[in-house]
């Protein structure tokens, strides 16, 4: 497990964003596993400036994002697939099927989840990125989740829809239900780098970090994962153990 701190998230975001650009040079065959959220908007700014200057091809690249509410259309303003195209996927011009998320509008969601599964067994994650819910959720496995667990469908926790409202017109419009990624899922990518920003994040990140690994903070399993990088903030990392941490 590497953690590293920065005082400014311009530094954070560039650095985190040429972890993608270098796995893609490496592999123009690189499978990316994509986040939404906040956090990851600045990430993507980056990737899509680089892109524009030529710095690398996308031709061959492939993406999986983590989750999608359940009820909204790909085209709906406030759906995880509208998210992705609006800040990356269409910038980086990556074609349909290329890019792949969880169709939240499927009759049948059991089996919807079973596509997205195996799909991905199909085409390992190379280097996933991930955010923090600010009751350590992961992508959207909330407290409680079994660590083996599989793509599925979630009741989302009211912290988290309270979270996530700032997206959507009203509370109420926010959906109960999503697709995500199980965490056996994420935990199978090669690498795994997870940002954390702000001092709402303060109180997972130590949990995550410090806490016992249990499901009542699905993220506290990924210190078990090989490959786990962990970039920060200093409010983020406010309620750390110093000694932990490099410097960015
Ligand atoms: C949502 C997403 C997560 C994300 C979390 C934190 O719940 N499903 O993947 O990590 O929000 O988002 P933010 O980066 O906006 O704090």
Known sequence: MHITLYHTHPSLYRDVAQLFIDSLRNNPKTVWGLATGS???EIYKHLVAH???DAFDTRFLTTFNLDEYV???ASSDQSYAHFMSRHLWDALNLQPNQRHIPNGLASDLVSECERYETLILEHPIHIQLLGIGSNGHIAFNEPGTPFDSKTHVVTLD???RMDNARFFDALHSVPHQAIT???STIMKAQKIVLVA???NKAKAIQAMLEGPISESCPASI????PNLFIYLDDKAASLLNTHLLNRG
Request: charged share 15%; no cysteine; glycine share 14%.
């Open 222 to 225: 990924l210190r078990n994962h």
């Open 39 to 41: 956090t990851p908007i």
């Open 71 to 73: 009820g909204l259309s």
């Open 51 to 53: 892109y524009q200057k």
């Open 181 to 183: 990624m199980g965490i």
């Open 158 to 160: 009211s912290k988290t």
């Open 197 to 199: 920003t702000g001092q």
